[in-house]
């Protein structure tokens, strides 16, 4: 029997859903009942009657799983899959920051810790953080963590000076605007599409920016038939599946090459290890249900005014 049919009779003996991230490997996404970004896995995950929630992704998106369904069991296949730019705001340090700028509302990027979601007042995703800053007063103080280049964004859209955490994600700081430039120059019928994750001197350059369903979205409806793709590459699976006809090329690093910008953390999920978990109901997402019922209050919060 194939691992693919493994995991199908498994999911069905333990009632479970399978979500997965656009950044997830191919197969992966291929067997998921629902693949896409943080804000539609959220409503996913929100919405489920299944027992088990297994997610494919990293582990700050199944803690969001296990948080809005604290009574389901939620197991990811490797518990190691973490984030960088979850890892670029400790809990202790965004405390004190906290304190240092008192009278602040607090708006953190969904690519944080538990911890750092109970200290927050809005969780937004970068598919719904426009439109939930936008209904805020003007004059409203607000500190936006952990990612200082889709903060920056944000300001620039919104025309607020929200004050900024300086995190960032390894993936986003891998692209070269050099290398960009020159691959546009060679392409220029190539459209640059680019996630607000990227620093600014990349998304300068860009035609279309967004977060991985509005980029996929954008890929879809286009009337270019090229686009050079800014974000984690995997997505380019759905785009693909989408718009067949169309090419799509993974944005350069510093050297040049196209290699650089795969997510390590969320490589490692793998179809043997999505067996195993599946297999084992394990490993789990288990929390403090103090923090859970701090974390839960932002992220419903940002549901509601999604």
Not at 35 to 57: E, H, M, P, Q
Not at 274 to 291: G, K, R
Request: glycine share 4%.
């Amino acid at each position: 029997m194939h691992i693919e049919d493994k995991i199908l009779n498994l999911k069905k003996k333990r009632n479970a859903v399978i979500l997965a991230h656009y950044y997830q490997d191919e197969d992966i996404q291929d067997i998921a009942d629902y693949v896409g970004d943080s804000l539609d896995l959220s409503r996913k995950a929100a919405n489920t009657s299944c027992d088990t929630i297994v997610f494919c992704g990293v582990k700050f998106m199944a803690e969001v799983a296990k948080i809005l369904n604290p009574m389901k069991n939620v197991i990811i296949p490797d518990l190691n899959a973490g984030c960088s730019l979850e890892q670029s705001c400790p809990s202790h340090s965004f405390k004190k920051f906290k304190e240092e700028n008192p009278n602040h509302l607090i708006i953190s990027y969904i690519n944080c810790s538990a911890e750092i979601k109970a200290l927050s007042d809005i969780i937004v995703t970068s598919s719904n953080a426009k439109k939930i800053i936008d209904q805020l007063p003007n004059n409203e103080n607000i500190i936006f963590a952990p990612d200082q280049h889709l903060g920056s964004y944000l300001n620039k859209i919104t025309g607020r000076n929200m004050l900024l955490w300086r995190g960032s994600c390894i993936v986003h700081e891998t692209f070269s605007e050099k290398e960009i430039v020159k691959l546009k120059i060679r392409n220029p019928k190539s459209e640059l599409i680019a996630h607000p994750e990227c620093p600014e001197e990349i998304l300068r350059h860009a035609e279309h920016i967004g977060s991985t369903s509005s980029l996929l979205r954008y890929t879809e409806n286009s009337g270019s038939n090229s686009f050079i793709v800014a974000t984690e590459p995997h997505i380019i699976h759905q785009m693909k599946k989408r718009a067949p006809q169309k090419e799509f090329i993974i944005a350069p690093g510093n050297d040049g090459s196209c290699s650089c910008s795969n997510c390590p953390f969320m490589e490692l999920n793998t179809m043997e290890k999505l067996y195993h978990c599946l297999e084992n109901n394990t490993p789990s997402i288990d929390m403090n249900s103090v923090l859970m019922r701090s974390a839960k209050k932002p992220l419903i919060k940002m549901l509601e005014m999604s």
